[in-house]
């Protein structure tokens, strides 16, 4: 690969599922990542040959050329580290991949915080250092850093979904998010990103904070609001 001038990484997404990939687009770039996107595996295969990228992100499952044929050609041809992201989770195709070239290999559903994870340590690069953050309402306390919420003090032992879409609606109080917005940001690529499960995780989160909850308002027709207490 040529050296150039760039001041931030460029990585290459070969991804034909247009929510999982707006997702991981959306990810990358917001972590400062300069990314180009392929829908098919025969354009994401010219595209590495024919451009220098620092990382390809690879599904298998792909239109045009499968993803173990993508490899396959790019074998001795390409050495720029591909990280595999499929649904496929048995052994032999995890092996197949690795065979092929492949560095890594992400099993989806996907968190996209693991993904970036990922890219990072392949490019050797520090982890973006969050602020410490925490919002407290009627008793209960939701802490970014430590992800936990408690309630009086106590935990409540918020699954990972549901301590995504909490913390969603809390950092965006006073303002109506839809299901979808919250099944987009808050559950992972790859998953059970419906209607029904969003609603599900919110009546849990509901009956898990107890009072507390009820600031979580329901938007009839949109989706849910978080109704923040006045600043004292």
Do not use: C
């Amino acid at each position: 690969m040529s050296t150039r001038e760039r001041s931030a990484p460029a990585v290459l997404v070969v991804e034909d599922d247009p929510a999982i990939a707006a997702g991981i687009v959306r990810g990358l770039k917001g972590a400062g990542f300069d990314v180009e996107l392929a829908h098919d595996g025969r354009r994401g295969a010219e595209l590495a040959l024919a451009r220098p990228f620092d990382l390809v992100v690879l599904d298998l499952m792909l239109p045009e050329l499968g993803g173990f044929e993508v490899l396959e050609l790019w074998r001795g041809r390409l050495s720029t580290p591909v990280i595999v992201l499929s649904a496929r989770t048995e052994l032999d195709a995890r092996l197949q991949a690795f065979a092929g070239g492949a560095v890594d290999y992400l099993p989806k559903p996907f968190w996209i915080e693991e993904l970036l994870a990922r890219v990072r340590a392949r490019l050797r690069l520090p982890d973006a250092a969050a602020p410490a953050r925490t919002f407290g309402w009627d008793g209960a306390v939701l802490d970014l850093d430590a992800r936990t919420v408690t309630l009086a003090g106590e935990p409540l032992g918020l699954t990972a979904h549901e301590f995504n879409v909490l913390l969603y609606l809390v950092e965006r109080p006073a303002r109506a998010i839809t299901r979808r917005q919250l099944a987009e940001a808050a559950l992972p690529a790859g998953g059970d990103r419906s209607e029904r499960t969003v609603d599900s995780h919110v009546a849990r989160i509901r009956r898990k904070l107890g009072p507390a909850g009820a600031r979580i308002a329901t938007v009839w027709g949109i989706g849910y609001r978080f109704d923040a207490p006045e600043p004292t």
